[in-house]
C-alpha cells in the first residue's frame, strides 16, 4: 500500500430513503455490523415415531444492527449536517403521509455500504445516545444504533445468496 492509499477515504455507508430519495452518508462508517438470519422449521409430532420430523417452513428477513457515529467537531460535517442526519433518521420510523391512516407505513431505506452490504430495509429500531453538548444544550456528538430488517417483494433462493451474499440486486419498483 502506498502512502497516498493511506490518505484515501473509503467509500461510506449510505442509507437512502426510497419513497422521497433523500439520503445520508455516514459520517465515519461503522467499525462493525451485525448480520442474522433466523430459519423456520415446523416440528411434526409423528405418533409413535422416535423423534419430531422437520419441515422447513421459511427463511425470516435479514436482520443488520449497525452503530453510526455523528461528531459536529469533526471538520467533515458541521452541527446542521449532523442534525440533519438525525432528523433523517428519526423519519424513517413514521409512516409517510397517505390518503388514509392503514395505506401508510414507514419508507423503505436502501442501505448500501459499496461491497459489504445492498439491500431495501425497514427501520426495525433506532436509538440515540449523547455524548457531548455545546453551551445552548445541543447536542454536538451522538451514536444512532439501527436495527434494520430486509424486506422484499420477490423470492431470494440459495443461489443467488450464495452468488452474491447481502448485495441484492435492484428490486422491481412496488407495483411492478
Known amino acids: 500500500m502506498s502512502l497516498a492509499d493511506a490518505f484515501q477515504r473509503p467509500p461510506r455507508l449510505t442509507l437512502a430513503n426510497i419513497a422521497t430519495g433523500d439520503s445520508i452518508e455516514a459520517q465515519f462508517n461503522p467499525t462493525g455490523f451485525e448480520e442474522a438470519i433466523e ?24 436482520k443488520l444492527a449497525l452503530e453510526l457515529t455523528f461528531d459536529a467537531l469533526d471538520t467533515t460535517s458541521s452541527l446542521d449536517d449532523i442534525l440533519k442526519s438525525r432528523r433523517f433518521l428519526m423519519s424513517l420510523c ?32 433506532l436509538s440515540f445516545k449523547y455524548g457531548r453538548f455545546n453551551l445552548q444544550g445541543t447536542p454536538v456528538q451522538f451514536t444512532a444504533k439501527l436495527a434494520l430488517e430486509e424486506i422484499r417483494d420477490v423470492r431470494l433462493t440459495s443461489d443467488e445468496v450464495l452468488a452474491e451474499g447481502s448485495q441484492r440486486p435492484a428490486a422491481a419498483p412496488e407495483g411492478a
Open 39 to 62: 430459519v423456520g422449521w415446523a416440528h411434526l409430532k409423528v405418533p409413535g415415531l422416535s423423534h419430531e420430523r422437520l419441515h422447513f417452513v421459511n427463511t425470516e428477513n435479514l
Open 94 to 125: 413514521y409512516p409517510v403521509a397517505g390518503e388514509d391512516v392503514p395505506s401508510t407505513s414507514p419508507p423503505r431505506v436502501l442501505v448500501v455500504w459499496p461491497s459489504i452490504v445492498s439491500l431495501t430495509c425497514v427501520v426495525g429500531s
